[in-house]
């Protein structure tokens, strides 16, 4: 049987390995940072000599920057990583917890709201219109309109 590395392209493999290198970075950096900046601390790229390390949090970005200097000699020592020459820490947006929520988040119309939809949807005469101003009054149940409008 071949290995997944043969069967995909020398590009794809070099990311692969790039990927394992940072999670294995990531991991060690994770056992020599205090609990509670590790749970808030990731990688985010190590090239050239420099760690970027990156969080959510100005905060625990100031805690992590405080500990720069014995984390870079940690790695220097203990993880053998003598080229390592800075540490850089970033806060991001979490952007992927931000469009989660919402993409979650429900928005109910009034009933005030509602009634006035239903009663312009009465007046319209373009029944696909009709059909959607009732669907959007009614929220997520089907709503069934007869097809028997009369035209003015």
Known sequence: MRSISRCLNK??????????????LANKIKLMLPDALANECQVGSFNKGCLLLTTTDAAWAT???????????????????Y?????KVV??????????SVLTSKHELSEK?????????????YEPLQKALLHLADG?????????????
């Open 113 to 125: 709201a509602k009634a006035i939809i239903i009663s312009e949807s009465q007046h319209c005469t």
């Open 83 to 87: 080229q390592l020459s800075s540490i």
């Open 91 to 100: 806060v991001i947006e979490p952007t992927l917890q931000y469009a989660k």
């Open 11 to 24: 590009q794809l493999v070099d990311l692969c390995q790039r990927s394992v290198q940072l999670e294995e």
């Open 63 to 81: 805690q992590l920057r405080y500990a720069i200097p014995e984390l870079r000699d940690k790695l220097r020592k203990e993880a053998g990583m």
């Open 140 to 152: 997520d149940n089907s709503v069934n309109v007869s097809s028997n409008n009369q035209k003015p």
